[in-house]
């Protein structure tokens, strides 16, 4: 699925996510967990952030300016209406390219529609665009390959390079693997938290 057509997709979903979403505790959890970890507040990078909401609000109660990027251009109004004070884009995470490094990434239940092949670059782009210190929090599926699933009427594409193919791109770029939960067991819903350590963690003592 390209993204236009997965913008598409969402710009036709977009009222009904937001009104379910908006005001929900879903993931909240994981966010909560996720900056725990964080040693800096400054900068966060929301990947597919659909219309904000909770995710937005709770990292900018903790003083994270919020960059958010999502394919829905519909999503993408809908954010900047709800959080006039964040920085929101269309953009596909695969292509977008920023100079800025964050002190918290989160990618919840987005890039789990990206095209099997961008899987690992991207997580590798994810860690790359962390601050020393920072944390990347994502979600994606527990089976290896790709498929398609029906929702409102509509096909969704997913893939996932599963839990040991993530787990060691987030090992081979040197990040500090925090969390792995199932967090929705029995769906094969995962969620990963890690960080990228501070020069002198990486010293011996």
């Known amino acids: ?104 990434i989160l990618a919840w239940d987005s890039i789990f529609h990206l095209p099997l092949a961008a899987q690992k670059p991207t997580v590798e782009k994810l860690c790359a665009q962390l601050a020393e210190g920072g944390v990347l929090a994502y979600t994606f599926g527990n089976a290896v390959g790709e498929h398609t699933d029906t929702w409102h009427d509509d096909t969704f594409y997913y893939s996932s390079i599963g839990i040991p193919g993530n787990l060691r791109v987030l090992m081979d770029q040197g990040m500090e693997i925090l969390h792995l939960e199932l967090d929705q067991y029995p769906q094969k819903h995962v969620v990963v938290i890690a960080r990228r350590p501070l020069p002198e963690e990486g010293q011996p003592g």
């Open 1 to 104: 699925m390209n993204p236009h057509e997965l913008g598409r997709k969402y710009d036709a979903i977009a009222a009904w996510w937001h009104d379910r979403h908006n005001q929900s505790t879903y993931g909240l959890a994981a966010v909560d967990r996720a900056l725990g970890f964080c040693t800096h507040f400054l900068r966060a990078l929301d990947v597919g952030c659909g219309a904000g909401g909770r995710l937005v609000r709770r990292m900018r109660e903790h003083g994270l300016a919020v960059t958010g990027i999502d394919v829905s251009a519909e999503m993408i109004r809908l954010a900047r209406l709800n959080h006039p004070e964040s920085c929101f884009q269309v953009a596909d995470i695969v292509t977008w390219q920023t100079e800025e490094r964050f002190d918290l």
